[in-house]
DNA sequence: CACTATGGTGAACGCTGTTTACTCTCACAA
DNA sequence: TTGTGAGAGTAAACAGCGTTCACCATAGTG
């Protein structure tokens, strides 16, 4: 660490932003991602508006701040997840960091709204949405890479691809390969993205309430579907 | 139709009230949900915004009319992908119902975000949301079902029950019974909503643009997951 | 000690939803 | 034909929002 000791206005500073962010983070939780305003959070820490822009350049350059917070404290929290579980088989604690993935966005609707919900222009940054695009995001991409990493390093991957040759694979996921490089065989990263894409559509209908007109518990459905999405990586 | 010759008045009233919408989703396609604004929408029509009050509660209430048009008009386009197709195998005009809904959503974003994305207090309506817990939702549900009824009526569903016994598949699919009623066997409800979240995940985050860090296109994708859907459904 | 960067204020601009009081006009009944 | 009342629209106002600007105090530094 080469963090020089800060200066006394650096700490009042960095004090004062984790305060705004507080107060952000309270509003988002009591009225959603729209319920975030300078104005509201100036009220709560007893400023007047302007003075928020001394920290933060716009309302959506506080809005991003927090979305890369959420970002890290998820990652975190699904990481712990498999460490928790660091005695059993690779693809067993994808499943509890898939788990930890849910729980952390039902206990957190507003913030997953946030991070996951529709990028509407205005409230949500716009380009660096969640997708690794940003590094906060890439870093959550990355905690599963890891562990997936350990299962194919012990069991290789057996084939299985899903009808499409390795060429187009290629092509096709151009970006995460520019990201993350090819770590690993190109049928592992389609079946990865596919989970991901039914993950995210069970969390995100769960946590919207867009699955309220069909059933009263979500559970058993995502326990269910959990196992089929891991024992066809497992393959 | 017992509709009376409508008079005069409530002919420009309808009339009006089309305006208003039309101009509403206007703003809506050109700067998403939050750039729907009464202010905006008296300047397009030049009248001032109280006016606007005449016609709607709020503009809540303006935002859940259009949600309800918006899925009248999904449910049409997913109907008519099914009847362009009448003469091939009712799953299989599920698949062309899946890609009309694929279609239409990824050509209309806003709207797709407007009646899917996160229901966020003070721009959604809230409750009401999506799910067929509204009248339109429930129509556009039913598109489905009435072709795979098709299909079970001619091929009875055969088992593959998810693990989930039937006592416990009824408990928890009690709000989709009590809408739709019992008609089919506990274990293809499941399948539809598991197919539906599934499906709902690809396109919802391809329209929001969360699948952009990892892939160029993500009709290869859908296409095999929707095969997979479907056959799942079939056996 | 002087000076400057930093943090904060108050006023203002333009935007938003919504309410209130008021006016005008058109349809309809006496 | 002449009221009359319902309907449609307006202007003004209130409260809130993000953002910018001019200004001021203070704390840290040369």
Redesign the pocket.
């Given at each position: 660490m080469t963090t020089t000791t800060p200066?006394?206005?650096e700490r009042?500073?960095a004090e004062?932003v984790t305060e705004i962010k507080d107060a952000a983070r309270r509003l988002l939780v009591a009225g959603g991602p729209a319920a975030?305003?300078?104005?509201?959070?100036?009220?709560d820490l007893?400023?007047?508006?302007?003075?928020?822009?001394?920290?933060f350049?716009?309302?959506?350059a506080l809005v991003l701040a927090i979305v890369t917070d959420l970002f890290e404290d998820l990652r975190a929290t699904v990481a712990d997840a498999a460490t928790d579980h660091g005695d059993e088989e690779p693809l067993v604690r994808v499943g509890h960091m898939a788990r930890a993935f849910r729980r952390w966005s039902l206990d957190r609707p507003a913030e997953f709204a946030l991070m996951f919900g529709s990028p509407v222009p205005g409230i949500t940054p716009f380009a660096e949405q969640c997708g690794p695009f940003n590094d906060a995001g890439a870093r959550f991409g990355e905690t599963f890479f890891t562990v997936l990493g350990e299962h194919y390093a012990r069991h290789p991957f057996g084939g299985a691809a899903p009808d499409l040759p390795d060429p187009a694979l290629r092509e096709l996921f151009a970006p995460y390969l520019d990201t993350f490089g090819d770590r690993f065989p190109l049928p592992v990263i389609y079946l990865f993205v596919a989970a991901w894409t039914r993950l995210y559509g069970i969390v995100a209908m769960e946590v919207f309430g867009h699955l309220r007109w069909a059933m009263t518990d979500v559970e058993p459905l995502f326990e269910v579907e959990l196992a089929r999405m891991v024992s066809r990586m497992a393959r």
């Open positions: 200066s006394r206005r009042l500073r004062t975030i305003s300078l104005r509201a959070i100036a009220r007893g400023m007047t508006a302007p003075a928020l822009y001394r920290y350049a716009s309302l959506d």
